[in-house]
């Protein structure tokens, strides 16, 4: 809870604006501003002014302030990384070229790998070896670590990665290669995969470590001219920023493991979906982010979002814990068009925010799903069109017009084909992280947001039999309200590839209390008190001759024989829920012990929705909305000025300052008293 003088300010960077979301006294500022792609944090910076402006605080009453970033994902989307170097045990030279087996496309025997982050001449090797114990074998060779130093001097390279055979079972040789490279490479960051992923699986150890390396640079100039500007406006909050599993870092963390970052903006969007679902009184969630270019979605089991060590980020999987965001090429700047074999398409090719969709007035000529909700009356053409730009709905009609000939289709009937295709898009989507993940829909709630999830989330949601909607009231800036109400958040793990049936509990028991031990000191060291440090132990079992795991959560207590017998069931049970089998007679093996380090942070209080006035003074027109290609007198509503407790009947359209949300015939909505809008679908639960 935060005093009546204090402001705590969250800021998102997104594709095409910078949100910022200000809470003062309990009260939710938003504030939207163009981002600087080439400066992102200029963009930060405006969008400051523009909260500072509108909240009324000044920067010497912010006492917590956090940030998700994009700058770690665009470099690699990019590939405008720093150029880095590998060093890795002889012999292995080319794990990164090799990866594995798939293909980008399975039937496509002419697909082509991604490009390895580093290229074959900046890659090193040295004599060493350990076997899959962390025994020695071999000795490191010291001198030639210096003559493997002089040589990446001489590539320029800034940053340097260290992936050596079995350094997760004994970090003594790599720790020893990344000391001789500080002394002899002073100006060059060094990443050891020992401390950013020490884990089994060669190919995704090697990949995360590199990309860490390279983008080390990229990110250590960004967060550090960050808080700089912070700063010298007057900020003296610590800057936080967001990581991929859902919880703050401080900037040195960032700095040192930018790797962590890559889903920074998705999993605060996740973050700040489960917080206003909580609020309302829902756990069980479906999440869905529908910007300009992509719809990201993702699930949420009894209040925590799903996270997993197997996400790709672009052409890399990534092996660092990340909350599960599935993206699709679907959002309102998706432009339609025809294919070879006559049909419609939608995306993934976007508008984006330069020209956009036609509406915008910018130069856009080819129409977008925007446009079609335009053309349909989901959007008022009054208020979304440009006063100063020569364009109305007729030359929207008049896209839809052309496309539909292609189709031999009329205007309205192409524009409702258009957004049928997108939510086919956006419903495979969800299906991939709920039906195909052995999740029934109808026992979620989804909860939409994104300047444009909230026009597709009620159809979607009676498309799968989802009974209910969540909009929240802040849904187009909800990714910069989840970086106020997210705690600090720290992983750990260790790979102990051995049979479980010869694992004792000394060995677990120690193994997680050195992990715990890391996790005091990286909390202690963002001044989270004892009493606000809570510690998740994980241990990932498989069966013998499996290549993937499953994460078995430990109950509390000390880790003894009898914990081990629990852990061993719950394996099994587990295995049964998400394959449909599991043989309790099968050997079993421990992969790896993961501990979550959690800094509790108290989410601000803000303030409620009243319950004056009425639904009909809510009322702000009617006008003309079509669904299936019928017609409907519908009632626009304010969302500003719905009262909590108020209920509406579809179809309707709410209108708010940052989206709209359509409902369709036979649905519902009403306000709780945060103000999200629960949308009932209409199913029969």
Known sequence: MTDTDETRVGVDIGGTFTDVVAVSDGEITVTKTPSTPDQPERGVMNGLDESESAAGYTPETVDFFSHGTTVATNAVLEGTWADTALVTTEGFRDALEIGRQDRPDIYDFDAEKAEPVVPRDRRFTVPERLDERGNVLRELDEDAVRAVAAAIDDTGVSAVAVCLLFAFENPDHEQRVTEILREELPGVSVSQSSTVLPEIREYERTVTTALNAALKPVMSDYVGELEREVRDRGVDAAVKLMQSNGGLIDAGAARERPVNTLLSGPAAGVQGATHVAGRAGYSDLITMDMGGTSCDVSLVQDGEPVVSTDVA??????GVPMIDVHTVGSGGGSVAWV?????????PRSAGADPGPICYGRGGERPTTTDAHLLLGRIDPEGFLPEDRDVGVDDVRAAFAALGDELGMGPEETAQGVLDVANANMGRALRVV???????????????????????APTLAAELDVPTVLVPRTA???????LLISDVGYDYSQSMVRPWAGV?????????????????????????????????RVA??????QSFDVSVPLPDGEVDAAMLETIERRF??????????????EPVELVTLRLHARGVVDSPETAT????????????????????????????????LLPAGGAIDGPAVVEGPESTVVLRPGQSAEVDPDGTLVVDTGVEQ
């Open 572 to 585: 099994h049970e587990r295995h049964e829920s998400r394959y449909g089998h599991a043989d309790p007679e």
């Open 540 to 545: 990932d079992l498989r069966y013998e001759g």
């Open 476 to 482: 187009g800036a909800l990714s910069a309200l989840g």
């Open 609 to 640: 929705v009243g319950a004056e006035g009425t639904v009909a003074d809510a009322v702000a027109e009617r006008r003309e909305v079509r669904f299936a290609g019928d017609a409907y007198d519908a009632p626009i509503y304010d969302r500003d």
């Open 339 to 347: 294919d070879a074999g006559g049909a419609l398409r939608v995306g």
């Open 504 to 536: 004792d509990a000394d060995t677990v028991a120690t193994a997680f209390a050195e992990l715990r031990a890391e996790g005091d000191s990286e909390l202690a060291a963002e001044d989270v008190p004892p009493a606000r440090r809570e510690f998740e």
């Open 313 to 318: 980020v672009g052409d890399y999987t990534v």
């Open 434 to 456: 709920s039906v195909e993940r052995g999740h029934d829909p109808r026992e979620f709630a989804l909860v939409a947001f994104g300047g444009a999830g909230p026009l597709h």
